[in-house]
């Protein structure tokens, strides 16, 4: 309860207006003159108007003592804010959230960067999902991509990367190594589908929809070029529905070498990176600017989303001579619709039959740098 040091008929009238009487009776008003000056008048007596000044106001201190914390709080933060300006505006905000009240702002709250969306984020999502693929011919080695589509170990490529295989070689990003047998191929379409001895926990990747694709999308391609496993390129998508003519078989390409600048396609009437033959099949490709290179073929081209949207299967080389084959940013993809709607038919060995290898490992095989021209 709070103490009243004022009494009773102690307001002047020139410190306010008029005020209504309190209960027990009125002010009493005050003479007409000052009391008259004389001998009998006490030297020390007060006169009225000191007699009914207020008490002195009690120090600093006491009133503090009962002021309630909010208040005071508040009155301390209220002089740091003039002493330091704006900044404490934080300051206000932390101590009002400690006592349980709300100063009116928005709290905040660090948050990790998310890398969903971005080139090193796709990489880092879908490299485990994408293989490197070593092959052992009658005619030499080769080397190709993957992707896994099963964590037991069913991967799927391109067929002119494991035709005419007699031993094939996969290895993993993180670089352990499985021999694997084919399953079944579609010349047709340039799928195959080979299948991993003993594996199991694989981190299988997540098939798109290519039909979503609009020209000028980024994309990522993931792949292993002249064997270097897990090489990530990125560029755009630069046109679709591309009819590309490829041979239906590595053995079917009359005019390629090994070691030549890439697998031969036709565009346009057009014939790049040697002659195509004339079995070959067509399809409906991605074009893309993200560079591709001979052992890029049966990658992973890959949207933003991390999700497969196709695979790198023919590129347009400047040379014939592989030590100056290279990209130039006009690389193509067979749509992963297309792979998504192959995939029953490869596992029942598809419309080319089962391959003939016996899952030898291929370790050994050549050279280390005899591999890499199978694109």
């Known amino acids: 309860m709070t103490e009243n040091f004022r009494r009773e008929g102690e307001y002047p009238q ?3 207006p008029a005020q209504s009487a309190p209960l027990g009776g009125a002010y009493p008003p005050p003479p007409a003159y000052p ?3 004389g ?12 007699a009914h000044q207020p008490p002195p106001v009690p120090a600093g201190p006491a009133h503090a003592v009962r002021a309630k914390r909010p208040v005071a709080l508040l009155a301390a933060v209220a002089l740091a804010a003039a002493v330091v300006g704006g900044g404490t505006a934080v300051g206000v905000e932390q101590l009002l959230a400690s006592q349980g009240r709300s100063g009116g702002g928005i709290s905040a709250a660090n948050v990790s960067q998310s890398s969903t969306g971005t080139v090193a984020g796709v990489a880092e999502q879908v490299s485990p999902s994408v293989v490197r693929i070593d092959t052992r011919t009658g005619s030499g080695q080769g080397t190709g991509s993957g992707i896994v589509v099963t964590a037991d170990g069913e991967i799927v490529t391109n067929n002119h990367v494991v035709d005419g295989a007699t031993g094939i070689q996969v290895t993993m990003s993180d670089g352990k190594k499985y021999t694997a047998k084919t399953v079944g191929t579609d010349p047709d379409k340039d799928l195959a589908l080979i299948k991993l001895q003993g594996a199991s926990g694989l981190k299988a990747a997540k ?3 290519s039909d979503g694709l609009r020209v000028g999308d980024q994309v990522v391609a993931i792949g292993s070029p002249d064997r270097l496993t897990g090489t990530v390129t990125s560029g755009i998508v630069s046109a679709l529905n591309r009819d590309v003519n490829v041979p239906k078989s590595e053995q079917q390409a009359p005019q390629r070498q ?9 565009y346009d009437g057009q014939q790049f990176n040697g002659n195509t033959g ?12 993200a560079s591709l290179n001979p052992g890029n073929s049966g990658g992973a081209l890959v949207n933003m989303n991390g999700e497969i949207v196709g695979m790198p299967s023919a590129i347009f080389s ?17 749509p ?10 490869l596992r029942k060995g598809g419309s080319g039959g089962a391959g003939d290898t016996n899952g030898d490992s291929g370790n050994n095989g050549g050279a280390a740098y005899g591999f890499g021209t199978s694109f």
């Open 14 to 16: 020139e410190n306010g």
């Open 35 to 37: 009391p008259p000056a």
């Open 39 to 50: 001998p009998a008048a006490p030297a020390a007596a007060p006169g009225w108007f000191e």
């Open 207 to 209: 098939l798109g929809d």
């Open 258 to 266: 090994r070691g030549s600048g890439g697998w031969p396609f036709s």
């Open 278 to 289: 004339s079995n070959t099949t067509s399809y409906k490709a991605i074009q893309t600017d």
């Open 318 to 334: 400047p040379s014939s001579d592989s030590s100056g084959a290279g990209s130039v940013g006009l690389g193509f993809a067979i």
């Open 336 to 345: 992963v619709n297309t792979v998504k709607s192959d995939l029953a038919s």
